[in-house]
């Protein structure tokens, strides 16, 4: 029997009081997200249960309880106050997929801080950006990215505190700190900060089609809608073994390879590994992952793998599979029930919503290439494109919309009021994604409605990456569109017009493709670049990035009358 | 010949994909996907690479992961399109 029951039944009456009320949240004024994944779950009688199997790239193992969640989360908390930060500062971390990330994310939630998790892929300039704008003041790193943070650290004022948490003999300098979790003095008790359920916890940034990366601000109570949705899109139940393949420099991995899980009090792994079909089939094998959370385009690199990798190995122990991240297709649906035996349950949301919104759930009836509905207490329709209302006729397309007030909605972006503000018309909150509601209440995910590049199920925004390529010394003018990928779904692709004295070559496509990986990340790299005279512009000179992407997707250009040359 | 290539490939590697402040060894026998090095993104770039400097052209089924995920199976792959 899957935890949500029935999906009609739990529509009725759903309160999201009930809901924190039942993860006992606020009782005895305990509202702290670090509380509820760690000490809660040892006070319910599981310290000794494991919270999480690790497994490093080269096979090494280790795993942690529930009590080592609470002891060593302490001792994050206590060296982060010692280092003389406190609530509300914005605490980064910036690492691979080890232990201490996990970790030290609830120990900065438990000190009251607002924890900043960035992908450590970024380069300089994407990390300078995001460290900037937050004003953070410390970040917690290791040496394989130390270098990265000494470079653009003079540009950060703001940042008082590096801390290497595998620093061994290296050479630390003036303002960094050496902390392993391991050996430092394990901390039975301390004081978790009192927070409110308003309090920020959690700034994650994200792209959007125009100006620099926004912070997402979230709040404590959002736990409520984390857990909840944890417990019902992906039925964690407490002998379950859980494996989210996101980062936890994205959304996915923090709400749902974090909060969600370990409020539950269920085991998770988590494999730090590059992608391999046959060492992912393998890891599940190994650890006998019950519920996989995983995204398309990783869905997509297995099915090209074919089902011979599959057959090698015992994944009987898979009971639920569930994907994120872009719209999951109809094809890979059916693949995964020929080769799993059972569908992966295509799931809706983004890192404003702070949670699942719109799902498939266990025992509603799937249809291959739906988002499914609405999840229990989210209001959701679709408005039209210019009134805003919500449409009346069944299939009609328009942009997915939320009634604002579930819990884990952003409150705000970071020093952004202004586009904050823009996400809201007549009263809802606008995705930026474009869809129909079909006859039976079903989502069918049509496109974005912007030009931001949803590339392996995260977002690039293109002036990022624009910005950056004119400081390039080749690039006069550039533009940079998603164009269609077997895979990924969509890829960077630029557009460059070159300075006088330069010409193109094999070699000068490759210096810019590694320089864009280098200055932002590998997802911003352009997988191609194609050299142009000029830019299409429109008459006020904006270059017309939409005729670019159109081309790309093979769509009607439309009205081209604007345009100044071309 | 081999041992030429081995580092030619080892430097780029280096180069491109390390920070410059790296105290990572990269060997022929170091992992280079699984252990994050070099990712699906990236793979493009150093794929590019080795068709240009080999004057081949790398078919996108057998650029797979395991394919590059070390010098030697670069190197072995290589072979496939060019006498090394």
Redesign the interface.
Known sequence: MSNIGSYESRLKDFDWKKAGDELGYGRDEQYNIGYFCSDRICELGHGKKVALTWEG??GEVKQFTYDDLRIYSNSFASMLGGLGLGPGDRICVFM?RIPELYISFLGILKMGAIVQPLFS?FGEDALEMRLEDAKTKAILTT??????V?RIRAALPDLVWVIVVDAGD?QLEKGEVAFSMEKAPKIERSEIAKVGPETPSVLHYTSGTTGKPKGALHVHSSLIAQALSTKWVLDLQPDDVYWCTADPGWVTGTSYGIIGPWANGVTQVVL?????A??WYAFIEKHRVTVWYSAPTAIR?LMKEGLDPVAKHNLASLRHLASVGEPLNAEAVIWSEKAFGRPFYDTYWQTETGAIVISNYPGMKIKPGSMGKPFPGIEATVVDLKSYEPVKTTGTVGLIALKPGWPSMFRMYWNNKETYDKKFRNGWYICGDRSSIDAEGYYWFVGRDDDVIN??GHLVGPFEIESALLEHPSVAESAAVGKPDPINME?VKAFIALKPGFSKS??L??DI??YI??RLS??A?P?EIEFVDALPKTRSGKIMRRLLRAREWGEEIGDISTLEND | MSEDIKKLIIDYVKK?YL??????VVTEET?L????I?????M??LK??LE?KFQIKIPDEKAT??AF?SVNSIITLLKEFTPL
């Open positions: 790239f080269t691979d892929a040496r394989k990215h130390l270098g990265k000494r290296r730090d590994a590059g992608f391999s046959q060492k690199l590339t392996a890829v094999e070699d496509t490759m493709m590694n990986r280098k590998p997802l790299m997988q | 491109e920070d410059e402040d790296s105290d990572q992992k996907i699984s252990s994050g070099v990712d699906s993104f990236s493009v770039s590019m690479f240009k992961p395991e995920d």
